[in-house]
């Protein structure tokens, strides 16, 4: 069974930083392009940054850009969201994502298999 399970998530004061992991099982990693998204209080679901299986970027969110990474490690089944400069208004519930796709997508109907989310809670 496919299982994906994000860890790394807790609370971090405006400014700090924190990296979350999505490991996966039960399918082959590299096959797969894999995405952050991130749900605040009170708002929808939405794509953050998306690595696809050929290791090209997609990014969603200009508030990100130059603060949060995104990588992967095939040989670990583990993909990663380096996150920098922590704002406030980053605080959300962060879910990955997993398609068997050549190309990204920001949009979550694209998306085959999703972990239960890793909180991330950054003080004011």
């Known amino acids: 069974q496919v299982q994906l399970l994000e860890s790394g998530g807790g609370s971090v004061e405006v400014g700090g930083s924190l990296t979350l992991s999505c490991t996966a099982s039960?399918?082959?990693?590299?096959?797969?392009?894999i995405a952050w998204f991130r749900q605040a209080p009170g708002k929808e679901r939405e794509g953050v940054l998306c690595?696809?299986?050929?290791?090209?970027?997609?990014s969603y969110l200009d508030s990100v850009t130059g603060r949060f990474t995104i990588s992967r490690d095939n040989a670990k089944d583990t993909l990663y969201l380096q996150m920098n400069a922590l704002k406030s208004e980053d605080t959300a519930m962060y879910y990955c994502?997993?398609?068997?796709?050549?190309?990204?997508?920001?949009?979550?109907?694209?998306?085959?298999?999703w972990g239960q989310g890793t909180q991330v809670t950054v003080s004011p």
């Open positions: 690595l696809n299986r050929g290791g090209g970027i997609a």
């Open positions: 994502a997993a398609v068997q796709a050549r190309w990204c997508s920001s949009q979550i109907a694209d998306y085959s298999y």
């Open positions: 039960g399918l082959t990693f590299g096959d797969y392009t």
